[in-house]
């Protein structure tokens, strides 16, 4: 069995991703980790320093994708097989939305800096997403980058928001088409269909 911190922890990411960082309690993390609340305060000392561990631990799962990912010959089977692994949360993103996404939009709204926390592990997400394009020889990797990554965000919302997962599945097939068309030359690269 893991410590309790470790416990603690792997609540909190699942705790804030169904209910919301306001929404959520230390209670609640508590009897998620199947830890008495008073020891929650021993680990951390503030809910705050909970919210900041669990960006912690999406950053490590990032850290943890990206080398599996990079153990991969070609560039665009890492980019096709990290849409596929998206593809493959489509029940959990129809009920939810992406973990990592509904964080930062919901640390956005607050003042005490966590926002920019989360946004670092947005941002290694996109900055190992643009390697992998200019990997592949393209001069509009950055961009390419952030169209990805924009894609993802915005079926995540949109199979959360009609609970249908079917939506991240047809999308998932369209931006693994966009990126074999990238792939080729003689294609236009903007052909986004």
């Not at 603690?8 to 609340?37: S, W, Y």
């Not at 665009?76 to 596929?84: E, F, N, P, S, V």
């Not at 995540?156 to 249908?164: A, G, M, Q, Y």
């Not at 999308?171 to 088409?177: D, F, P, S, V, Y």
């Amino acid at each position: 069995m893991r410590g309790k911190r470790e416990r603690l922890t792997a609540a909190a990411v699942k705790m804030l991703h169904e209910q919301g960082v306001e929404k959520t309690t230390l209670a609640d993390i508590a009897r998620a980790a199947d830890v008495p609340v008073g020891n929650v305060y021993y680990y951390f000392k503030t809910k705050d320093d909970l919210v900041e561990a669990a960006i912690g631990a999406h950053a490590q799962r990032l850290q943890s994708m990206i080398a599996s990912l990079d153990e991969l010959p070609a560039p665009q089977d890492r980019l096709k097989t990290l849409i596929g692994g998206w593809v493959r949360q489509r029940d959990l993103a129809a009920q939810f939305g992406c973990p990592t996404g509904t964080l930062c939009s919901e640390l956005d709204k607050r003042a005490d800096g966590l926002d920019r926390t989360a946004a670092k592990v947005m941002r290694g997400l996109i900055d190992w997403s643009e390697q992998q394009f200019r990997s592949m020889g393209r001069s509009d990797s950055r961009d390419l980058a952030v169209a990805l990554i924009a894609a993802y965000q915005g079926i995540s919302l949109l199979t959360n928001t009609f609970r249908d997962p079917e939506l991240m599945t047809r999308e998932g097939a369209r931006l693994e088409r966009w990126i074999d068309s990238l792939a080729r030359p003689s294609e236009d690269p903007d052909d986004l269909r």
